[in-house]
């Protein structure tokens, strides 16, 4: 279903993986709860709920990308460099957020205060500006810009080389950051050609496979300077989801080749997963090809079932629930900053009954609910990001 050029089955299932994943970010304030909703350990064979959430986003980075390109394939230079400023303000964003994780307590300001101030200045810097005067864009822009210096400045991390920001793993919106680049660009230079996005998504595989079967030490030297996220596992992740909406817009929610399409591509990636399990095991943490290509089939066969509920059988009154999510999506990732600047800040905790069980849960939920109910409400004053 199209409403205003935008694709409600995309939409909403952009706005339940936010939900869900703001939801599975508070889990850990949660006492006796069940181990599987949570992220499984760097060295254990198995998979966690937490663990499908990420690579569901990164599916839905692809399932954009041919919406946002198509309309402009006639200037495809402006395009990449669209492509490159989006991808810089998530890698900007994903470097700060690193270092946060590493933030000494010998520092100037208090983690709680660097933490709120960071979440500050990323929606004076990025704030969608299309409805402000752009004299006042202007001097928010700067300040944002100059609080993110000032940020840098009075910064003091835990690391063995030096006290300073330093690169490392991106964080979670880096990654998406170089996924949606590397996926982007595959996809404009190839005007969208399919057979490309296939041949793409097998070499990403491949990739992936091929690190964790210890192939590619040779290339050792290159790797530290350029290399994949994710050795090639999240852009393949991404660029099924490019697939799965070429096919989606080509042949039509209701139509028997898109839904067999679904069936063969989602049984067919998980069957291969669990088949090789024992090869490379399944770990989010290591990336394993079984941890990609289980999860790209759990997103294609979840896609698949928003479509079937939004556009096959109409029924969209849900979605205003959580429709926030869907539209100002960055909003929401963010926000859980400002709670957990404050949390860190004022030592105030919920009873303990009300973090246990499966009524912490339900506390989490609710929690994940009132985050995208706050974007909603920012957004309507005027207040949300945009890259």
């Given at each position: 279903?199209?409403m205003?050029n935008?694709?409600?089955?995309?939409?909403?299932?952009?706005?339940?993986t936010m939900?869900?994943?703001?939801?599975?970010n508070?889990?850990?304030?949660?006492h006796?709860i069940p181990q599987?909703l949570?992220?499984?350990?760097?060295?254990e064979?198995r998979?966690?709920f937490s663990?499908?959430?990420?690579?569901a986003?990164?599916?839905?980075?692809?399932l954009?990308?041919?919406?946002?390109?198509?309309?402009r394939l006639?200037s495809p230079w402006?395009?990449?460099?669209h492509?490159?400023?989006?991808?810089?303000a998530?890698?900007a964003m994903g470097f700060?957020?690193y270092?946060?994780?590493n933030y000494?307590?010998e520092?100037?300001?208090?983690?709680?205060?660097?933490?709120i101030l960071?979440?500050?200045?990323?929606?004076?810097?990025?704030l969608?500006y299309?409805e402000?005067k752009e004299k006042?864009?202007?001097?928010?822009?700067g300040a944002?810009i100059l609080l993110?210096?000032?940020?840098?400045?009075v910064y003091q991390g835990?690391y063995?080389?030096?006290?300073?920001?330093?690169p490392?793993?991106?964080g979670?919106?880096g990654?998406?950051?170089w996924?949606?680049m590397?996926v982007?660009?595959?996809?404009?230079w190839?005007r969208?050609?399919?057979?490309i996005?296939y041949v793409a998504?097998?070499a990403?595989?491949?990739?992936?496979?091929a690190?964790?079967?210890?192939m590619?030490s040779f290339l050792?030297?290159?790797?530290?300077y350029?290399?994949?996220?994710?050795?090639?596992?999240?852009?393949?992740m991404a660029?099924a989801g490019?697939?799965t909406?070429?096919r989606?817009?080509?042949?039509?929610a209701?139509?028997?080749?898109?839904?067999?399409f679904?069936?063969?591509?989602?049984?067919?990636?998980?069957a291969?997963?669990?088949l090789t399990?024992?090869v490379?095991?399944i770990s989010?943490?290591?990336?394993?090809?079984s941890w990609t290509?289980?999860?790209?089939g759990?997103?294609t066969a979840a896609f698949?079932?928003?479509v079937?509920i939004?556009d096959?059988?109409?029924?969209?009154?849900?979605y205003?629930?959580?429709?926030?999510?869907?539209?100002?999506?960055?909003t929401?990732?963010?926000?859980?900053?400002?709670?957990g600047g404050?949390f860190?800040?004022v030592?105030i905790r919920?009873p303990l009954?009300?973090?246990?069980?499966?009524?912490?849960?339900i506390k989490?939920?609710?929690?994940?609910?009132?985050?995208?109910?706050?974007a909603?409400w920012?957004k309507k004053?005027r207040?949300?990001?945009k890259?």
């Amino acid at each position: 279903m199209v409403m205003n050029n935008r694709f409600i089955s995309i939409d909403a299932f952009r706005a339940l993986t936010m939900l869900l994943m703001i939801f599975v970010n508070d889990l850990w304030t949660l006492h006796d709860i069940p181990q599987w909703l949570g992220h499984a350990d760097a060295q254990e064979d198995r998979l966690g709920f937490s663990d499908i959430i990420f690579p569901a986003f990164l599916f839905i980075v692809g399932l954009s990308v041919p919406i946002a390109i198509d309309s402009r394939l006639n200037s495809p230079w402006s395009i990449q460099q669209h492509i490159l400023w989006r991808g810089f303000a998530l890698l900007a964003m994903g470097f700060f957020h690193y270092n946060l994780e590493n933030y000494s307590n010998e520092a100037l300001l208090p983690k709680g205060v660097w933490e709120i101030l960071l979440t500050v200045a990323f929606f004076l810097v990025w704030l969608d500006y299309s409805e402000w005067k752009e004299k006042t864009a202007l001097v928010l822009k700067g300040a944002g810009i100059l609080l993110l210096v000032g940020l840098s400045v009075v910064y003091q991390g835990q690391y063995d080389n030096g006290p300073w920001m330093q690169p490392g793993w991106w964080g979670i919106l880096g990654l998406i950051g170089w996924t949606y680049m590397v996926v982007s660009s595959v996809y404009l230079w190839s005007r969208g050609d399919l057979r490309i996005q296939y041949v793409a998504f097998g070499a990403f595989v491949f990739l992936n496979c091929a690190e964790a079967l210890d192939m590619l030490s040779f290339l050792s030297g290159v790797k530290q300077y350029v290399w994949l996220v994710g050795d090639g596992s999240m852009p393949a992740m991404a660029m099924a989801g490019i697939i799965t909406v070429i096919r989606y817009r080509r042949d039509g929610a209701r139509s028997r080749s898109f839904w067999t399409f679904v069936v063969i591509s989602s049984v067919v990636l998980i069957a291969f997963g669990f088949l090789t399990r024992q090869v490379w095991e399944i770990s989010k943490i290591r990336a394993t090809p079984s941890w990609t290509v289980i999860c790209t089939g759990i997103s294609t066969a979840a896609f698949a079932l928003v479509v079937f509920i939004t556009d096959v059988k109409g029924i969209v009154k849900w979605y205003q629930l959580i429709k926030p999510a869907g539209m100002v999506t960055l909003t929401c990732y963010l926000l859980p900053y400002i709670h957990g600047g404050l949390f860190q800040l004022v030592d105030i905790r919920l009873p303990l009954f009300l973090r246990t069980g499966s009524i912490g849960l339900i506390k989490s939920l609710v929690f994940a609910w009132l985050i995208i109910a706050i974007a909603g409400w920012l957004k309507k004053k005027r207040i949300a990001l945009k890259v």
